[in-house]
C-alpha cells in the first residue's frame, strides 16, 4: 500500500513538473489564442477591403476613391494586438485629407478618422494612442493626434519653415491645443511635457513605409 501511495506522488510531482516545462515553452493562453483570432481575422478583412476597385474615404463614406492609387500600412496605434489599417491617397482634395485610418470591429472594416499625409512615411508612438499627421504648406507641419479622440484630435502640432515662405523666419514653432483645437503658440519645453504626458518615457516615433497597394504588396505586407 506505501509503495502505492509513493508511486502516486512520483506520478503527481511529474505530472507537475511536465506542466511547469509545458508552460515555460511558452505555449499559448486562450486569450492569446483569442487575439491572434482575431488579429487574423482583421488583416483577412483588410486584404478583402483594399482588393476592391473602390472603397469609402474613411469617415467620408459617400466619397469613394479608387484603391488603385491608394497606398497603405499597418499600425498598432492603440493598445491592443490588433493592427489599424493606414490608407493614402491625393485622388481626394486637402481639406478632405489625404489620409484615412481603418479599425475592424463588428467584423467588419470601419473607417475611424481622416487627417493629412505628405510623408512617404507614418509616423506614430507604437500602442499610445498618438499618432503624427504631416503635411506641407509653406513650411512642414506635425500634428500630434489622439487616436481614437471625440472633438478636436490635434493635442500639440509643430511648424518648421522651410524656407518656401521667404516672409517667415526659418526655425521651429510649437503650439499646444485645447478641446476644440484651437492653437496657440508655447515653449519647446511645455510641448515636451504634454507629450510626455501622451506617450510617456517612449519618445521613439515608429515610422513605416507606404506601400502602394498592389494583390502582391497586400499579400506580403497585410498580415
Keep these: 500500500m506505501k509503495k502505492n501511495n509513493r508511486i502516486t506522488g512520483l506520478f503527481r510531482k511529474a505530472i507537475v513538473i511536465l506542466l511547469a516545462v509545458v508552460l515555460a515553452a511558452g505555449v499559448p493562453s486562450p486569450t492569446d489564442v483569442q487575439a491572434a483570432s482575431q488579429k487574423s481575422k482583421a488583416t483577412s478583412a483588410y486584404r ?131 478641446k476644440y483645437g484651437v492653437r496657440t503658440k508655447t515653449s519647446k519645453s511645455t510641448f515636451s511635457k504634454t507629450l510626455k504626458k501622451l506617450v510617456g518615457n517612449n519618445k521613439k516615433v515608429a515610422k513605416v513605409s507606404l506601400k502602394k497597394n498592389t494583390a502582391a504588396n497586400r499579400k506580403k505586407y497585410i498580415k
Design 48 to 178: 478583402s477591403f483594399m482588393s476592391k476597385s473602390k472603397i469609402p474615404w474613411g469617415t467620408y463614406s459617400r466619397l469613394k476613391v479608387s484603391t488603385s492609387k491608394c497606398s497603405f500600412t499597418l499600425a498598432y496605434i492603440n493598445n491592443d494586438n490588433i493592427p489599424e489599417l493606414v490608407v493614402t491617397t491625393h485622388e481626394v482634395a486637402h481639406a478632405v485629407g489625404y489620409g484615412a485610418i481603418f479599425t475592424y470591429k463588428n467584423g467588419k472594416v470601419q473607417g475611424v478618422v481622416n487627417f493629412n499625409q505628405d510623408d512617404s512615411k507614418f509616423k506614430y508612438y507604437k500602442k499610445k494612442g498618438v499618432y503624427i499627421s504631416c503635411y506641407v504648406m509653406g513650411g512642414e507641419t506635425h500634428n500630434y493626434c489622439k487616436y481614437p479622440n471625440s472633438g478636436s484630435d490635434c493635442v500639440l502640432a509643430t511648424f518648421y519653415n522651410n524656407g518656401v515662405r521667404t516672409d517667415m523666419k526659418k526655425g521651429t514653432t510649437y503650439y499646444k491645443a485645447n
